[in-house]
């Protein structure tokens, strides 16, 4: 899940935003409540929720955008409660004029690289992840091919003769060489 705002940015503080799931807009069908807002902003790692409501708000936004949720319905305030599931393109009950826009409280924490969100914590990337940036991601990039990493890693360790070029091992040029784990060659 995100909130943005008129200009597609992440929203990180209380103010309005536009709900999307997957990079599409959420659809208020048929039981979208003070519950479903509250499991979202908890599973975004927001404190709580300060309102919704379904609007064509943002138009040229809204309708650059798939509409990709319908439904939702919690029966407890956590996501793992709720149910779900696409909109149905043969019976078109969702229409951009239903998109959810709300308001979440308390600011989301940003972890530091190594380390993704967890609700209100930050927890260490696990073995063969990495997380290279500051930020407010949910999960770690798992290390591409053959490379491994640590626990709590910022970067990918490559085999000798190659190098970490911040998103893939890459081999190294001729005449030069590199040790297991190594970020340039010599």
């Not at 599409?24 to 409540?33: A, E, I, M, Q, Y």
């Not at 919704?52 to 439904?71: C, G, K, R, V």
Request: with cysteine; aromatic share 10%.
């Amino acid at each position: 899940f995100q909130l943005v705002d008129v200009h597609g940015e992440t929203v990180l503080e209380e103010r309005q935003g536009l709900l999307l799931f997957n990079g599409g807009t959420v659809c208020d069908g048929h039981f979208f409540g003070p519950t479903e807002v509250y499991a979202i902003c908890r599973e975004m790692g927001f404190d709580s929720s300060d309102g919704w409501e379904y609007a064509l708000e943002w138009p040229t936004l809204q309708n650059s955008l798939p509409i990709n949720l319908a439904d939702v319905h919690c029966l407890e305030p956590y996501w793992s409660e709720c149910t779900y599931r696409p909109p149905n393109p043969v019976v078109p009950e969702c229409t951009h004029d239903k998109d959810v826009l709300m308001t979440c409280k308390g600011s989301i924490i940003s972890c530091p690289p190594g380390m993704y969100r967890s609700y209100r914590i930050c927890r260490q990337c696990p073995s063969n992840t990495y997380k290279a940036v500051e930020g407010t991601e949910t999960s770690c990039i798992g290390c591409p091919g053959v490379s491994t990493s640590d626990p709590g890693a910022s970067s990918c360790s490559c085999r000798s003769g190659m190098f970490w070029n911040g998103t893939d091992c890459l081999s190294c040029p001729e005449g030069t060489a590199s040790r297991e784990g190594a970020l340039e060659c010599l």
